[in-house]
């Protein structure tokens, strides 16, 4: 199932350390046991466009902004969900995460598990310098069961 982007939560995690020092723990990498995987955000395109994880296992999503302009990354699939993000090294834990607003050259994590199957929209709204989802820049998290 789709999910509408109106009907996310206010929530945003916005690419500085300074909007994640409220809430920093510490906590350990990807390890045994994880899937992991990195996307690439780049103009205007998520590479890939795809991402599967599986429900109950733990998931690590490395998001990386190649391009030359700030993206986002915004899903409905981790409002709900405890979720640890970690920019430039400073990781926070968070009840549910809508939007990432990520910077050139920044890399975002997001670890998470999930905990029901479904499809989810995920896709940047950036605006400059152009509407990046009008461009194209959306992509699918796909979660199933194991």
């Avoid at 700030?70 to 699939?77: G, K, L, R, S, W």
Wanted: proline residues 5%; aromatic residues 6%.
């Amino acid at each position: 199932m789709w999910h509408n982007r109106e009907a996310r939560p206010a929530v945003a995690i916005v690419g500085s350390v300074a909007a994640l020092l409220v809430a920093t723990v510490s906590l350990a990498g990807a390890g045994d046991g994880v899937d992991s995987t990195t996307v690439h955000l780049r103009e205007y395109r998520f590479d890939p466009p795809e991402i599967h994880v599986v429900v109950g296992r733990d998931s690590e999503l490395i998001v990386v902004n190649d391009g030359t302009v700030p993206h986002e990354f915004v899903t409905d699939a981790l409002q709900d969900l405890t979720v640890d993000v970690e920019i430039g090294g400073v990781t926070a834990e968070t009840l549910g995460v809508a939007e990432l607003e990520i910077p050139p050259k920044a890399r975002v994590v997001v670890r998470f598990t999930p905990e029901r199957a479904g499809e989810f929209r995920f896709a940047c709204h950036a605006m400059r310098p152009t509407d990046h989802y009008r461009q194209g820049m959306i992509g699918r998290l796909v979660i199933r069961e194991r």
